[in-house]
């Protein structure tokens, strides 16, 4: 899990990342982001009822979203708020795979050092 500062929590920051931010897409996530003017950045990972209905799933697979977000987190750049949204198929893959889209949309999304 990243650290209390690193999350993006408010629904107002949310929404003004999915007003104003730029969007890439991978296979089991697509991510939205947008320039913070902060020293940091931040990320949040939603997953809507079109994942799962059940609950138990849809929080299954945003643990195994952040855990591949931590895993990425030291060569992501500084000033950026970025939510991840995850895709129905990311319950279908294993972890490998889920982490491995994760940091190609984030390299292609040009948030990677």
Known sequence: ???????????????????????????????????????????TVVAGLKVDKRAVYRNKVKRRVREAIRRHWEGIREGFDIVVMVRAEALKTDFKGLEADVGAVFRRAGLLR
Not at 2 to 13: D, G, N, V, W
Not at 20 to 36: D, K, L, V
Request: no cysteine.
């Open 1 to 43: 899990m990243l650290p209390s500062p690193f999350r993006l929590r408010r629904e107002k920051e949310i929404d003004r990342v999915f007003r104003g931010g730029r969007s890439e897409h991978g296979a089991y996530a697509s991510i939205r982001f947008a320039p913070n003017r902060l020293p940091m950045s931040r990320a």
